[in-house]
């Protein structure tokens, strides 16, 4: 037996069409000598009922045969996903240009003319199911990488799921501690370290006339001047309480509240019947 140095293609599978047993037997014994494992049909309808329970490696498929042709048969190939992977090598004695293009266009990928030369069919034959194996190994990568693909995306919408419900979370307690603040009696205003607003709330509003979307993000200067200004940044500065009448008469305490949690300053203003 003459041997194949490429393990890739070895044992492949060769279905031989062809209605001349003569041909047939002579493309037979050239292939076993290489050891490949053939079969054979000798119509195009047998071809067909065949390939819906085989998958060959490769197809040798004469033209002309009686009942449907070659072109035929490889036309019905294509249809099928499974069986328009199978390499198809015509077998024909046309040599002119447009039967070849007829069956190129028809899915087959090469042909070998009668009478069959050894050498070339062999030579042919190994060509093609090289490119079929490595079509399998590249689909197969392709394959591997979009599921690799497709489980990160799924892990990062996991992810995103997660991150979507702890905002959830968030925003409720914010809305749950927003209700608490605006709900006392004393004005609560937070201040970052620059005296930038974070926080103001509904007292606050009603005692200045602002609301907290116009006052996040100002400066507390824009709305305190004069000496309560002064008195607000002595205790930020010191951080101790302050007792004071302001020019209206009300009896003011200014608690600065220093936080772990929020890099600031807590501003609470209480507001004391005199
Ligand atoms: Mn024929």
Not at 83 to 99: G, Q, S, W
Not at 203 to 226: H, M, Q, R
């Amino acid at each position: 037996m003459k041997k194949i140095n490429d393990d890739k293609i070895l044992n492949s599978k060769i279905l031989i069409v062809e209605d001349s047993i003569i041909n047939a037997k002579i493309i037979d014994t050239y292939l076993a000598e290489y050891g490949f494992e053939t079969m054979y049909a000798e119509s195009g309808e047998l071809t067909l009922s065949m390939l819906e329970t085989t998958t060959p490696d490769l197809i040798l498929l004469d033209i002309q045969l009686p009942g449907i042709d070659g072109f035929e048969v490889c036309t019905e190939l294509q249809k099928s996903e499974r069986l328009a992977k199978i390499p198809v090598i015509y077998i024909t004695a046309m040599t002119n240009t447009e039967d070849k293009l007829k069956g190129f266009a028809a899915g087959g990928v090469d042909y070998i003319t009668k009478p069959i030369h050894e050498q070339e069919l062999i030579a042919r034959v190994i060509t093609h199911l090289k490119i079929s194996k490595y079509q399998d190994i590249l689909e197969q990568e392709v394959d591997d990488r979009t599921k690799y693909l497709q489980l990160q995306m799924e892990a990062l919408n996991n992810e995103i799921q997660e991150k979507m419900v702890l905002t959830r979370e968030k925003q409720y307690l914010i809305n749950h501690l927003n209700s608490i603040i605006d709900s006392t009696p004393s004005l609560i205003i937070c201040l970052d370290r620059e005296l930038i607003i974070t926080q103001w709330n509904s007292k606050a509003t009603e005692i200045l006339g602002v609301k907290s979307e116009d006052a996040i993000g100002k400066n507390i200067e824009v709305f305190y001047k004069g000496p309560f200004l002064d008195q607000l940044r002595e205790s930020l500065k010191t951080e101790r309480v302050i007792t004071f009448n302001q020019e209206n008469g009300e009896n003011t305490v200014i608690y600065p509240i220093k936080s772990d949690r929020i890099p600031g300053i807590v501003l609470r203003i209480d507001y004391l019947n005199s």
